[in-house]
């Protein structure tokens, strides 16, 4: 997670709330923030070489709201809502949907990557059987997994079991060398019908003997699930891994080492 104001700074930036309206049916709170704006939201990586065809795709802002109020009959509210914005009203994506849409006022729209077809968490489960098993979390609204180093033998079978303990979606996925996590991680923001797990590398951008760069990846962690991911090198090395939900990969990294 870094600065939208200071380009480079690892550090979120607080923001004036102006106003807070309440809608007359008392189930809709609106908050009038005059410093996130659009440009902000479309911020990309900016001209990559190789990267013609993706490198305008905005990354989106990540933002933390916490609350704490009391209802009518005194009863104490608190929550924290973490949510990723890919749209601000006023933009024209936006104005089409709604024609009255004040640039001033917030809209969080929620990518399928946020949105849970059940309520229940998912909990995926694998034989562990002769297998290297390692638990692994991240939570809050901290771009990180907890477990950032994993050694292991070649030949060996590992068993990853990601425990999403976050309010936001995320993933793991294996690349093959440092060099992957970059490409993979920007295909990434144009596969959101994939879960956010590019199938296929640009080809424009990349030669076909190029397009393997992912070894494994798990299936999308919404916030409570529980996925599994399973790798088995077969040769030495250090073999990264990522999150490749909206952007996540620049924060969220941890390292396999492979030992002969």
Avoid: W
Wanted: charged fraction near 20%.
């Amino acid at each position: 997670m870094f600065s939208a104001d200071q380009a480079g700074n690892p550090a979120p930036d607080l923001v004036t709330i102006e106003s807070i309206q309440l809608s007359l049916d008392r189930k809709t709170v609106t908050l009038n923030i005059p410093s996130l704006r659009q440009d902000l939201v479309q911020t990309s990586l900016g001209l990559l070489p190789g990267l013609p065809d993706i490198i305008d795709t905005p990354m989106g802002l990540v933002m933390a709201i916490d609350y704490n109020l009391k209802t009518a009959d005194g009863a104490e509210v608190k929550q924290s809502i973490n949510k990723t914005i890919h749209r601000v009203a006023g933009d024209e994506a936006t104005v089409k949907s709604n024609a009255h849409a004040s640039h001033m006022t917030a809209t969080v729209v929620t990518s399928p990557g946020n949105q849970r077809t059940s309520a229940k968490p998912k909990e995926e489960s694998i034989d562990l059987i002769n297998a290297k098993v390692v638990d692994m979390s991240s939570s809050g609204i901290t771009l990180s997994y907890d477990v950032t180093e994993i050694r292991m033998k070649a030949g060996e079978r590992l068993v990853i079991r990601y425990k999403n303990k976050s309010e936001m979606s995320h993933n793991v996925v294996i690349v093959k060398e440092e060099a992957d996590i970059q490409p993979v991680g920007i295909a990434a923001l144009s596969a959101m019908a994939d879960d956010f797990i590019p199938q296929n590398l640009n080809p424009k951008a990349y030669s076909s003997q190029e397009q393997d760069r992912i070894l494994a990846a798990s299936s999308l962690a919404y916030p409570g699930d529980t996925v599994v991911i399973e790798f088995t090198p077969d040769q030495a090395g250090t073999y990264p891994y990522i999150c490749t939900y909206s952007g996540h990969f620049t924060m969220m990294q941890g390292r396999i080492i492979v030992d002969p």
